[in-house]
C-alpha cells in the first residue's frame, strides 16, 4: 500500500513539473514589440520556428537562415548552379542558396564564398532588401546619428530602405550598421518590403517657414532635408486623418526644443505648427510621428541645416 501511494504521488509531482515547465507556444514573443508580425508570420506559414514552439526573437541570425527567411517570404523557389568554395552541396541549406543566387541578391565575396553560418548584420539586410526590391537610394543617411559607421558600399542600401520605411533606427536615431540583425528585426524589415499595400497613417502637406526644403515633399518619402536661414523654423504639416489621429514631435539632438503652438482640425485633416529651436552646432534632426488606431505609425525625419 505504501510503495503504491508513493508511485502515485510520484505521477501526480511528474504531472505537475510537465505542466509548469512545458513552454507553450508563441511563449517567447507573444509580449514582444514585434509579436503580431511573427504570429502573422506562423499562421501564414511563412516561418515554422524551433520544435519547443518558440522563435527566439531576439537572436541574430545567420546568412543561411536569413536566406531561408527571405525565399520563403517573397516565394522564390527556382534554383541556379551555384559554385562556391565553402559549401559543397551537402548542406540543409544548400538549395536555398541555389535560389537567393537565382533570384539575384546573392552573389558572394571576393573569396567566391557565401559564409552561409556567418551571423549577418543590418547593413547586410538593408543591401538585400535593395536588390530584392530594385530599390535605388540617394545614398541620404543623415538622419542617423550613427551614419559614419556605415560601409561606404552599403550608403545607398541604407538610404533607400530608411526612405521607404522598411527599415528604421533606435530611439537615439542611430542605424546599427554593424550590428547583427535580430531574428525579429530581420522578419520586421521583410513584412514591410513585401507588403505594399499596408496602410499608414501619413502627412499630406509638409512646409517649413524659414527654412528651404531639399526636395518637393512626397508623403511615400520619409526623409527629408532642409536648409534654414534662421535660428528657429516652423513646421506646419497636414495629416490626412481626422478622428483619432496623433501627431508627435520629436528632436533628438541636443540644444534643439520642439513647442507645438497649435494642433486644429480642419475639413480632411489636421494641422498642426511647432516653432523649432535649432541646436548650435550641428544639424537638427525632427521626427514627425502621425499614428491613427488601425493603421501603422509612419515617422517623417527631417534635418534642418543652419
Known sequence: MFNRKFMMLIGTAMIVLLMVTAPAFGFDYTDHWAGETIQKWFDEKRISGYEDGS??????????????????????????EVEFNDIDGSEWYYSEIQKSVKAGYIVGDDNEEVRPSDEVSRQEVAAVICRINNLSGSGDVSV?????????WAIDYVGAVASNGYMIGDNDSNFNPNNYITRAEA?????????????YAVISELSIEGAEM?????????????????DASKIVFVADTVKGTVINFDS?????????????????????TAEV??????????????SKKGIQDRTYSITINK
Open 252 to 272: 533628438y539632438t541636443e540644444g534643439s526644443e520642439i513647442i507645438v503652438s497649435t494642433a486644429s482640425d480642419i475639413e480632411g485633416g489636421i494641422v498642426c
Open 187 to 199: 522578419l520586421v524589415a521583410l513584412d514591410r518590403s513585401i507588403d505594399r499595400d499596408v496602410e
Open 214 to 230: 531639399n526636395q518637393a515633399f512626397d508623403e511615400e518619402k520619409t526623409v527629408y532635408n532642409a536648409n534654414a536661414s534662421q
Open 277 to 290: 529651436k535649432l541646436a548650435e552646432l550641428e544639424s537638427t534632426v525632427v521626427k514627425i510621428t502621425v
Open 144 to 152: 542617423f546619428s550613427d551614419k559614419n559607421y556605415i560601409a561606404e
Open 55 to 80: 522563435f527566439k526573437p531576439n537572436n541574430s541570425i545567420t546568412r543561411a537562415e536569413f536566406i531561408t527567411m527571405v525565399n520563403k517570404a517573397y516565394g522564390f523557389e527556382e534554383t541556379a
